[in-house]
Each structure stands twice: as C-alpha cells, then as structure tokens.
C-alpha cells in the first residue's frame, strides 16, 4: 500500500470515528425543555477548559447565591455544541472564542460580548512523530476545530510557517477525544487549551506553538440578547460579572490547586496533573482587545467567501 493510500485510509477512519464522537459530551435534552420564558436562572454552557474555572469555583463557593443570581453551568466537552445551545435557546450565555462568536452573529445571533477570558491553546505534536519544530508538520494531520479559535490558529501558525507540503486539517470537537487522540499516537498533533496541554505534556509530548508567547487573546463570553433573553441577561450581567470577578480573585489568591476537586470533578484530573497545572493569572472580565479582533478579520473574510 503506498503512503498516499496509506493516508487516505487514516483519514476517512478518523472521519468516521470523529462523525460518531462529535454527539458525544452534550448536556442532557432535557435542560433546554426545562427552560420556560419566566424562569430566571442563568444558563451558562461551559467547557472541561480553564477559562470557565471561575465559574465553577463562583458556583461551588456560593458567590452567584450571594449575589442573588440563580445560575445554572451546563456541561458541554465541545465548543460547537456550546454555541449550539446558545443558538437554540438552551442557554443563555457561552465562554467561546472570538471567532466563533463572529460566526454565530453570522448566523443571526445577537450577542453581548460580557469581557475576555482567560482561553489559551498550545499546538502539541506527539512525541513518536518526532516534530520539533511547526514546519515539520507538512503531510502531518492537525486536530482543531472548523471556523473557530483553532482554525484561525492553524492558518496564523501552521500556514504562515510555510511547510513544504500541505498540512491536514482534522476536525475534532471534542476536547477529551482530541487529547486522546495525542496520548494514542492517533494524530500527529493538535491544538489543546488546558488542563488538556498539561495532561499531553506530561507525557512528553512537544509544544510547537504557544498562543501567550504570541500576545494572542481569543476567549470572550457572551451572552443571547435574543428577545426572550434580553430582559433577563440585563439584569443578571452587573452581578454575574461581579461574582466572576471575586472568583477570579480567589484562584490569584489561593491558587488553582486549593480548587483540586473541583479539578478532579469537572476537569478529569489525577493528583498529578493538578499538582502539574502551570500558574494562571486570571483576569477579571475587561472588554477585548481591539488587536484581537482586528487579527482574526482577515481570517473571517476568507472563511466566508469559501463557505
């Protein structure tokens, strides 16, 4: 079998394995029938990535309660089925990223940007491919995600580096199965946020690209301004925002480790890998910077005029 069929075999295996894990991950059906016009919780879709920590540690210490906010996080392991739920009406606020936040006002939505997160992703390439280096990855398959963050990111780093062959674009949504995917030597490597860039290094593997080396601040959460939305998300924002903050606050202070559990539960961490997480400052919620959106406008041009 030759390397170009060889190639092309892989590809459509990991076309069908990642058609049936794309579903996978998603908060219950149910949530989304539970919401009525007059209900005043906040629903919020969040990822296993340490940018929605704060949300986490604002919920299990009680912040949004003594706030007065009713707020619920609902659990997703992909970040299109986030914006999905947003989309949809399931929820009414989302910690994406710059560009897939365009896309959905592309798509109709009207959104609040609340501020910029904390969102930052690695390019990590498999230690048995023995990549050191980004223009190495010509021929080389890459695990991102369609018109978001990452592809932008494969197109600023990957393209821009000029490798001599054309590099691989593998859609993988989900953000556990593209780890596993490393950790398998089933890709040649592939944009991870973290904690998942801790669990890859831990194991050897090499980093390539590092988007806090390039100043690059993609993250931001929005919120639905949707007319069922609209009431709800303008009085619940000044105190959600606060809250966040104080929970901002707390991770500088005391550190992510004080929050293992929270670790373990919600990020699927061992003892090691929390021990392992590099130090975060968090941010409090500050609108985005002009310099982030102005990078991904030539991007979104051309993603457009393709599709």
Request: charged content about 25%.
């Amino acid at each position: 079998m030759t390397i170009f069929h060889t190639r092309t075999l892989a590809l459509a295996m990991l076309a069908t394995l990642l058609f049936a894990c794309n579903g996978k991950g998603n908060a219950p059906q149910t949530q989304g029938q539970q919401q009525t016009t007059n209900d005043s919780t906040l629903r919020i879709a969040v990822m296993p990535t340490l940018d929605c920590l704060p949300l986490y540690v604002a919920d299990a210490a009680g912040l949004f309660d003594e706030a007065n906010l009713k707020v619920r996080l609902v659990k997703y392991t992909a970040q299109m089925d986030c914006d999905t739920a947003i989309l949809r009406g399931r929820v009414q606020g989302v910690f994406t990223d710059l560009v897939r936040a365009e896309r959905m006002r592309q798509k109709g939505a009207n959104l609040h940007e609340a501020g910029a997160t904390n969102l930052h992703w690695q390019l990590i390439s498999n230690r048995n491919a023995r990549i050191k280096n980004v223009r190495q990855l010509a021929d080389k398959m890459v695990g991102m995600t369609r018109f978001s963050g990452t592809d932008f990111l494969t197109t600023v780093i990957i393209d821009s580096s000029k490798p001599k062959n054309e590099v691989f674009r593998i859609q993988v949504n989900n953000v556990f199965v593209r780890l596993k995917m490393i950790m398998g030597y089933e890709i040649d490597a592939a944009f991870l946020s973290e904690p998942q860039a801790t669990v890859a290094r831990m194991a050897n593997n090499n980093v390539l690209a590092d988007t806090k080396e390039k100043d690059l601040r993609l993250g931001v959460a929005v919120f639905s301004m949707a007319a069922k939305d609209q009431k709800k998300v303008r009085q619940a924002l000044p105190a959600f925002v606060k809250a966040y903050n104080r929970a901002c606050d707390s991770l500088n202070i005391n550190g992510m480790q004080h929050y293992a559990d929270l670790l373990k539960t919600h990020f699927q961490l061992n003892d090691a890998a929390v021990g392992a997480l590099p130090k975060i400052a968090y941010a409090k919620m500050t609108p985005v910077r002009e310099k982030d959106r102005n990078a991904i406008k030539d991007f979104q041009r051309n993603e457009y005029r393709r599709h």
